[in-house]
């Protein structure tokens, strides 16, 4: 068999920002076994990874992070030595209709990746030498902040208010047990909105894409008062890769975009982008904006401080916001295909045709 330099395991690789994650080591790290971990569920796409899925240096294992035998012999037969660990239930509206799915996944499926990695690895040659369980949380843990200037650093404690962020929250505390009571090598990031291409269109920026270019309604919640900070996906994908890399274990970083915006704000700025690239007249979809009733326990506002990783590891965000929504509107409008299948299904049989024959 290939001896590769490292193994790593991405799991929720067919997802969102997973995607540009494998993507991103695949071609950076032709020396790295990428494997990646995903149950194709419905936010799962491996149409994401089209264009890496021959590379020789990349594996994927469909299988279920709750499924600790199955994890266990991934992690055991490829060698893993790192795990960038990115699985999740991660739309906050789904949460709030069913919480059960993200305390099995998000806690339940942590919690198994974590017993499994540490059973394989601490039975290794090396122990938990060269090992590392870097898991990808969200700003949400740490609550909602006020209007102001004041921002999540990584002391704010968390008071997580969804479904979905209790769960998390409670993921990451898993995460560090297992660093204190195992001393496992761990490291977690917690990061704001990302944006771009291949995002599941239920999120605000490409559900507003589709429906613009559908001329549909613009469902904004409540007054559009919310302020959430916004990072292009691939600048949290360069993130990770450095925190993977040369994060120092043990610690928590914060990313984030110093990038505020209200919804209503980001709202008519995509309208106008998106608006501009259709070839439609200034102001043509604006009367798609619809005020609805608001998202329960809709957090008011996110803002993150990531001075730390600047400082210790000189990360930024790359891309202005202005540039990155019109990159990202555009991508929408140009794979109109990508969007069709996620939209109709036809995504979920890609994995039939693609890998059932291998
Ligand atoms: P996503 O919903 O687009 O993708 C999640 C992926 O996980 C999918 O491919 C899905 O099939 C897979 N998955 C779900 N349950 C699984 C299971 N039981 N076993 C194996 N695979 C499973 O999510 P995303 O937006 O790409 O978020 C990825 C991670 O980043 C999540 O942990 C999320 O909490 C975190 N995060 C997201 C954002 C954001 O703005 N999207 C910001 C900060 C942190
Ligand atoms: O902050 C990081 C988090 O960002 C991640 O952990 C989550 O996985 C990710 O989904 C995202 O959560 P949000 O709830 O902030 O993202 P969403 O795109 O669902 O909503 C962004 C804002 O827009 C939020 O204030 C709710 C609002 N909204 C959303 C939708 C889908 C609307 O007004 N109308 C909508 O139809």
Redesign the pocket.
Known sequence: MKKYKRNILV????????SHVVRRLVKRYPDYRIVN?????Y???LENLADIQENDNYFFEK????DFERVKEIIRSCEIDGIIH??????VDRSIVDPFIFAK?NVL?TLTLLQAARDVWEESADGFAGKLFYH????EVYGALRTGKELFTEQTPYSPHSPYSAS?ASSDHFVRAFRDTYAMPVVISN????YGPF??PE?LIPLFINNIRHHKPLPVYGRGENVRDWLYVEDHARAIDLIFHEGRPGETYNIGGFNEWRNIDLVKLLVKVTDRLLGNPEGYSDELITYVTDRKGHDLRYAIDSTKLKSELGWEPSLQFEEGMERTARWYLDNQEWLDHVTSGDYLRYYESMYSKR
């Open positions: 799991t929720g690789g067919a997802g969102f920002i997973g971990l995903d149950k194709l569920t936010a799962g796409n299988a279920d992070i709750c990115l699985a999740a239930e991660s739309h996944t499926g990808i949380s969200t700003d998390k990061c704001s909105n990302n995002q599941f999120k």
